[in-house]
């Protein structure tokens, strides 16, 4: 018990700081009109609520989010959302846009002068601690055991690392560590990205999440914005000058990640391809998923939009709504068709006659009748015309949606209202 209220005092003495503002571009078009984190997953949540909902599951209740890229789905949600912290009571959300607060002429100009530019803020919320996190990426953790091990081995830094595959290590920052854990190298998205001592195939890669004492970071952040040869990026010179001249230390993944008991891995996943996205939807619809959304020791929090139930008529034969190994959201109504192993968001109306096969519909969307999907992704608000096919044809598929190389087809408004014109 008194090592639980010891913690407890941790994260009540820290602020969480999310790194929303990048677009994600390999998204393509599901990124045109929106940030990374805003981006819809699991059938009613956001990217960004993970990293939020892991924020307070963990006892913090001081939080802040920068966000930059066509911000105003974020915001908006962010304002329905996450709206129930109170000053009163110690807590505090702010939503902190690029506002030319620092120069006129000056956004963002990378990760850690999102910090810089709001230092004031910051520092008049005082916290003792501050845990950096990107807001585009779907897990559970318990930042409250990072904290600690900041805490106990007295470190500059404590830098969120898990193990991947060497080369899927190109897009991350990879470290080296000695036998206690302290970094003793740190390279920035390496094209040839050195593995783990014993392993020739393993990385050892970061998850944007650190830990610092806010006042030395600050004082690391003014140092920072001093050098015109910098970055302004924790990855790229923040972290690099730390390991080099401080103390730096990882926290392995596997020691905090949260599971359930219907969760056999330890769940982490960047979302940011087409392909990734699709497939982490998907996966939700297996009998035992390898991410309990259904954990409420563990929830994710969101915006929970009032809806009706969802809704399923007709009971003919070919005619009969109907969902296999399926998610559906509230204010969907199936009516007369089927879907298989398909997602979907809030507010979606199928069609007779039509069918969903390993479909990820967001919200709003209408399936005409007749329609036939595969392996597809529709974004918010896309009327499929009646009797449309998609992902039986992959060379038509090509010339019409964003087909991946593995056959996943995105489509957007813009294109629909192209095949209109034709």
């Not at 699991?42 to 913090?60: E, V």
């Not at 599971?259 to 699709?278: H, K, L, P, Q």
């Not at 390898?290 to 009032?306: F, G």
Request: with cysteine.
């Amino acid at each position: 018990m008194a090592e639980r209220k010891r913690i407890a005092s941790i994260s009540r003495d820290s602020m969480a700081y999310v790194l929303a503002g990048g677009r994600g571009s390999r998204l393509m078009e599901l990124t045109d009109g929106r940030a990374k984190p805003a981006v819809f997953f699991g059938g009613k949540t956001r990217i960004i609520d993970f990293a939020l909902s892991n924020a307070i599951n963990s006892g913090i209740r001081r939080i802040g989010v920068a966000t930059q890229y066509k911000a105003h789905s974020l915001i908006r949600h962010l304002q329905n959302g996450w709206n129930f912290l109170r000053p009163g009571r110690n807590e505090s959300f702010d939503i902190l846009p690029a506002s030319q607060r620092v120069s006129e002429d000056q956004w963002y100009a990378g990760t850690a002068d999102a910090v810089y530019q709001n230092i004031d803020i910051i520092e008049g919320y005082a916290p003792r601690y501050i845990v950096i996190l990107a807001g585009d990426h779907i897990y559970k953790m318990d930042y409250e055991i990072m904290l600690q091990q900041h805490v106990d081995k007295g470190s500059d830094v404590t830098v969120g690392c898990l193990e991947v595959p060497r080369m899927e290590a190109v897009g991350f920052g990879v470290m080296h560590v000695d036998e206690d854990g302290r970094i003793t190298d740190f390279i920035e998205k390496p094209a040839d990205p050195p593995s783990i001592p014993g392993r020739p195939d393993t990385a050892l890669a970061s998850m944007g999440i650190y830990v610092f004492e806010t006042t030395f970071l600050m004082d690391q952040l003014r140092r920072d914005a001093a050098d015109p040869q910098s970055n302004r990026d924790f990855g790229k010179d923040i972290i690099p000058h730390i390991v080099r001249h401080g103390v730096a230390h990882a926290h392995s993944f596997n020691r905090s990640v949260v599971r359930s008991a219907n969760e056999d891995e330890a769940y982490w996943r960047d979302v940011g391809t087409v392909d990734a996205y699709w497939q982490a939807n998907i996966d939700l619809t297996d009998v035992v998923p390898p991410l309990d959304i259904y954990d409420r020791d563990w929830p994710i929090w969101t915006y929970a939009e009032t809806t009706p139930p969802a809704k399923f008529v007709h009971d003919e034969d070919g005619r009969r709504g109907s969902a296999i190994s399926s998610l559906v959201s509230g204010d969907c109504i199936i009516s007369g068709g089927t879907l298989r192993r398909s997602l979907l968001f809030t507010g979606v109306r199928q069609r007779s006659y039509s069918y969903l096969d390993h479909a990820v519909v967001l919200p709003q969307c209408q399936i005409g009748r007749g329609a036939r999907i595969r392996n597809a992704v529709i974004d918010r608000g896309v009327q499929i015309p009646d009797g449309l096919v998609i992902g039986e044809d992959p060379e038509l598929d090509a010339q019409r949606f964003r087909r991946t190389a593995n056959g996943i087809c995105l489509v957007t408004k813009p294109m629909i209202d192209r095949l209109s014109y034709r």
